[in-house]
């Protein structure tokens, strides 16, 4: 009876102390980094930077294999804090002029006429943004849709349009932050500051 | 060599785990809907297996049958497993991330399968030794890796094919699961042939 509880004992206490010893031998580091990339993406998961979701990205970026100006929903703001983060230059979002110019909110409208019911609108929605069920008509939840196009690729009857938001009392937000690419600071002033104040001294 | 061979074959097919002697249901039912997720979790059943096997001998060997306290074996065998498994795991995850990924969260859950336990308990019954004992719960896990792989694919086709409602989902599985069975019976004759 004794000799039992004690081999029990005795084996518990070791393979709790082998596990405790490997859990501080073999910690896997997770990279500061990455969690920091993945925390200033706007996690909408749309996969629009071809990796399959934004903590993937970020890894990514980390390991120097993607660039950090690949995702449209995050935009200028998000391009220009992972690159003070990362202390690099800041880049213009990737695709080209069309995608540099912000053409303002968007929204995802379903036609609700020529719905069928689907649900393929469903799945492909990152943010849970429409409501339907099968066979019944869907609709797009305007307040969480992140306008990141993904539902218009499945749809089979093609009635998903994207649609610019009205600017009116309920949608107008402030201005997002002047960012340093679109509008360099006005070096010359700047100088022009510090001579002045250069003599004062 | 043989007899080793004899071994192998009579645990994956003419006693099979899973369909034979009965253990591991819930892995076979639980997780063969994909073919994907059924060959991970028959990768991590082998590796624990395998591991369980050989790790339960030599408690059972070197520890409870000197003290002559083999009536704790099922409790140590739990614990030897659940420890063994955490620690493949700890490694694993350190040493090759790439594994991790394809093993990531089957390994902690295996640890709890009856099939594991069933190894080792019939590892002791049957007298088995260190050599006999691994390849016993290689076998067992390749067994139950086929059956695995084979079940998952028959689901896949049943999922595209137009089954009664009131057989849909869980009913039919069962139903393919037990003639899957009844034809792993034919292998019985299998044993004397050799």
């Known amino acids: 009876m004794i000799s039992a509880i004690i081999a029990l004992a005795l084996l518990a206490a070791f393979f709790g102390l082998v596990l405790g010893f490997s859990a501080i031998i073999f910690k896997v580091e997770a990279s500061p980094v990455v969690e920091q990339i993945d925390k200033l993406l706007p996690q909408t998961q749309c996969a629009q930077c071809t990796y399959a979701g934004c903590r993937p990205y970020a890894e990514a970026i980390a390991e120097g294999e993607a660039e950090i100006n690949m995702c449209p929903p995050g935009g200028q703001q998000t391009i220009q804090a992972i690159a003070d983060l990362l202390d690099v230059e800041a880049l213009p979002l990737a695709g080209g002029e069309e995608a540099q110019e912000e053409p303002g909110p968007i929204l995802a409208i379903i036609d609700e006429q020529t719905c069928i019911g689907c649900t393929l609108c469903i799945q492909a929605c990152p943010v849970d943004a429409i409501l339907g069920a099968a066979k019944q008509m869907h609709t797009v939840i305007a307040a969480e849709c992140t306008g990141c196009e993904l539902c218009v690729e499945p749809c089979p009857v093609d009635c998903i349009d994207m649609v610019g938001v009205e600017e009116n009392i309920k949608t107008w937000k402030w201005p997002k932050p002047v960012n340093h690419i679109n509008h360099p600071l006005p070096l010359g002033n700047f100088e022009l500051i510090s001579e002045k104040t250069a003599g004062s001294f | ?194």
């Open chain 2, 1 to 194: 060599m043989t007899e080793y061979f004899l071994l192998l074959v009579s645990t994956i097919l003419v006693n099979n785990f899973v369909l034979v002697k009965f253990l591991g249901l819930c892995p076979f039912m639980g997780s063969s809907r994909k073919l994907e997720v059924a060959t991970g979790m028959a990768l991590a059943t082998t590796f624990v297996l395998t591991l369980a096997s050989a790790s339960s001998y030599l408690v059972n060997t070197y520890i409870l049958v000197p003290l002559e306290v083999e009536f704790l074996r099922t409790i140590a065998f739990i614990l030897v497993i659940a420890a063994v498994v955490n620690f493949t795991e700890m490694v694993v995850h350190k040493t090759s991330p790439m594994l991790y990924q394809v093993l990531g969260m089957f390994l902690p859950l295996i640890t709890t399968n009856c099939a594991v336990l069933g190894v080792a308990l019939l590892n002791v019954q049957t007298g088995y030794g260190f050599f006999e004992s691994v390849l016993f719960g290689f076998g067992a896990a390749l067994g139950f890796s086929m059956v695995m792989v084979l079940f998952a694919a028959l689901r896949e086709r049943l999922a595209a094919s137009d089954v009664p409602e009131i057989f849909q989902g869980a009913p039919i599985a069962l139903i393919t699961a037990g003639i899957m069975s009844i034809a792993f019976l034919g292998f019985a004759g299998l044993d004397k042939g050799l």
